[in-house]
């Protein structure tokens, strides 16, 4: 999702379904994405990453797509638990090389409802 | 593996004191550690990217002689806010990453974060 001023978008699902969280990025030169989950008053940590020569990762019920297209990326979060609650970020490489600087997406919030 | 530590997790301090905040890769050594700023509800912000051994780069709008950076080893970092004031409250976040060329060398693993207050 994007988000609109300081608030954060939200996604609130019902524990067990599944959870689609959206990202748009910003830089068609990107070639390498990951997602983080910080929970309130953490550090972010690295869920999945994928580089710009795939479309498809998965990883423990976690999937993320990558269209280049439209420079869309999305975390598929499968059975969604309460522990999933957190602010998800997705974060774009926009330099290669030797500098690896990453820019950050606005976050999502995710609420998972026992 | 790709365990990084931060030393406060919290501080609280007047104004016009300053500040150091240590970033250490615990089980890697990290040719990069990148220092971010975040406020409530807010994304990450680099502030600076620190190389071992070199001059941090700084992000255009932050004042390198108010954000101290020493990248004295590959396992260690440091971030100083020197004569801090009430704005400069926030929660700062270091990150890593491995050795060029490895596994490891394009994912940041970041710290748990340093809570600032200043009074």
């Known amino acids: 999702g994007e988000s609109v001023g300081l608030h954060l978008p939200t996604l609130s699902v019902q524990e067990g379904d599944n959870s689609i969280i959206n990202c748009a990025y910003s830089?068609?030169?990107?070639?390498?994405f990951i997602w983080y989950k910080q929970e309130s008053g953490k550090g972010p940590q690295f869920i999945i990453d994928?580089?710009?020569?795939?479309d498809k990762r998965q990883g423990q019920r976690v999937t993320v797509l990558l269209n280049k297209t439209v420079k869309h990326l999305s975390l598929q979060i499968a059975a969604t638990q309460p522990g999933d609650s957190a602010v998800y970020f997705c974060?774009?490489?926009?330099?290669?090389?030797?500098?690896?600087?990453?820019?950050f997406g606005k976050g999502t919030l995710l609420t998972v409802n026992p | 593996g790709a365990v990084v530590s931060q030393h406060p997790s919290r501080v609280i301090c007047k104004s016009g004191t300053s500040v150091k905040i240590e970033c250490r890769s615990l089980?890697?050594?990290?040719?990069?550690m990148f220092w971010y700023r975040q406020f409530p509800k807010q994304s990450l912000m680099l502030m600076a990217t620190?190389?071992?051994?070199?001059?941090?780069?700084?992000e255009q709008g932050v004042e390198k002689d108010k954000f101290l950076i020493n990248h004295a080893s590959l396992t260690l970092s440091t971030l100083t806010v020197t004569s801090a004031h009430p704005e400069d409250s926030s929660f700062y976040i270091c990150?890593?990453?491995?050795?060029?060329?490895?596994?490891?060398?394009?994912?940041?693993?970041f710290g748990p974060g340093t809570r600032l207050t200043v009074l």
């Open positions: 089980d890697f050594q990290a040719t990069t």
């Open positions: 974060a774009e490489n926009l330099s290669g090389g030797s500098n690896y600087k990453l820019t």
């Open positions: 620190s190389n071992e051994g070199s001059k941090a780069t700084y």
């Open positions: 830089n068609s030169a990107s070639d390498y």
């Open positions: 990150s890593a990453t491995g050795t060029s060329g490895g596994e490891m060398a394009d994912t940041q693993y």
């Open positions: 994928i580089r710009s020569n795939m």
